[in-house]
C-alpha cells in the first residue's frame, strides 16, 4: 500500500497514485511561484536580500 491510512479507508492503488500526484503537482506549483516571486523581488531597484536568501533556503530544502 501506498499510503499507510489508505487501506484504513479502503482506497484503491489507483486512486493513491492520483491523489500523490495531484500532491505532487501542487508541490511544483508552489515551487514555481515562489522562484517566480523570489527573482521578481531580485529585479526591485532595492531588493530585500533577506527575503531572497530564506526563499533560497527554503527551495534547497
Known amino acids: 500500500m ?3 491510512s489508505a487501506e484504513a479507508l479502503g482506497m484503491p492503488h489507483n486512486q493513491c497514485l492520483e491523489l500523490l ?7 511544483d506549483f508552489l515551487t514555481s511561484s515562489l522562484t517566480y516571486l523570489t527573482h521578481a523581488e531580485s529585479q526591485q531597484a ?5 527575503l531572497i536568501a530564506s526563499t533560497a533556503n527554503c527551495l534547497d530544502c
Open 2 to 4: 501506498l499510503l499507510p
Open 46 to 50: 532595492q531588493p530585500d536580500s533577506e
Open 21 to 27: 500526484e495531484r500532491a505532487e503537482d501542487t508541490l
